[in-house]
T-cell receptor
Framework: AQSVAQPEDQVNVAEGNPLTVKCTYSVSGNPYLFWYVQYPNRGLQFLLKYITGDNLVKGSYGFEAEFNKSQTSFHLKKPSALVSDSALYFCASADGGGYQKVTFGTGTKLQVIP | GAVVSQHPSRVICKSGTSVKIECRSLDFQATTMFWYRQFPKQSLMLMATSNEGSKATYEQGVEKDKFLINHASLTLSTLTVTSAHPEDSSFYIC??????????FGPGTRLTVL
């Protein structure tokens, strides 16, 4: 069984400040981890994924995530937040590298304050 | 990245009618597609796995006679909500992936049952 947890329902950050959205995972075997973003009444957009390799993964729109095996975490980060980053962020895990079904966390609403 | 479309984007229907939602992979073939349901301010819940040329696999608690899935071609899966009721009102999202690649999500369909 695999699962991901997002401990924060909402994160508020001032524009220009660094942001972190937290995610922890519990998977058997090698973890396949993802971050997606959802804007209101829209589908999900892929940001980045960790399959194997470097622990620091760079993705779309300046986002990156750090895979930490000892802490079983995969936090999403960005050095300087934009107001347009305000959205709902989902951490997810998957079997088989992501081309099989995906299990989502509960989501974290990011609010970037001008 | 790959593109997945859904039609319609929004539908309003009367209680007791059936509604069909289409999910298309526009620039790749997908032997497997996934259907998710999202309630307001909640995460995505996997409903079923749609398999081209064979029966869909439903998650526990999802009524297969209520949510009919047909995956008739490598680029099209349809979800039919039969005899819809107000409690079926939700945001339905499909996903698909090119072989060995990440899941890409459609823009979603907002169903409102009056």
């Amino acid at each position: 069984a695999q699962s991901v947890a997002q401990p924060e329902d909402q994160v508020n950050v001032a524009e220009g400040n660094p942001l972190t959205v937290k995610c922890t995972y519990s998977v058997s075997g090698n973890p396949y981890l993802f971050w997606y973003v959802q804007y209101p009444n829209r589908g999900l957009q892929f940001l980045l994924k960790y399959i194997t390799g470097d622990n620091l993964v760079k993705g779309s729109y300046g986002f990156e995530a750090e895979f930490n095996k000892s802490q079983t975490s995969f936090h999403l980060k960005k050095p300087s937040a934009l107001v347009s980053d305000s959205a709902l962020y989902f951490c997810a895990s998957a079997d088989g590298g992501g081309y099989q079904k995906v299990t989502f966390g509960t989501g974290t609403k990011l609010q970037v304050i001008p | 990245g790959a593109v997945v479309s859904q039609h319609p984007s929004r539908v309003i229907c009367k209680s007791g009618t059936s509604v069909k939602i289409e999910c298309r992979s526009l620039d790749f073939q997908a032997t497997t597609m996934f259907w998710y349901r999202q309630f307001p301010k909640q995460s995505l819940m996997l409903m079923a796995t749609s398999n081209e040329g064979s029966k869909a696999t439903y998650e526990q608690g999802v009524e297969k006679d209520k949510f009919l899935i047909n995956h008739a071609s490598l680029t099209l899966s349809t979800l039919t909500v039969t005899s819809a009721h107000p409690e079926d009102s939700s945001f339905y999202i499909c996903s698909a992936s090119p072989i060995g690649d990440t899941q890409y999500f459609g823009p979603g369909t907002r169903l409102t049952v009056l």
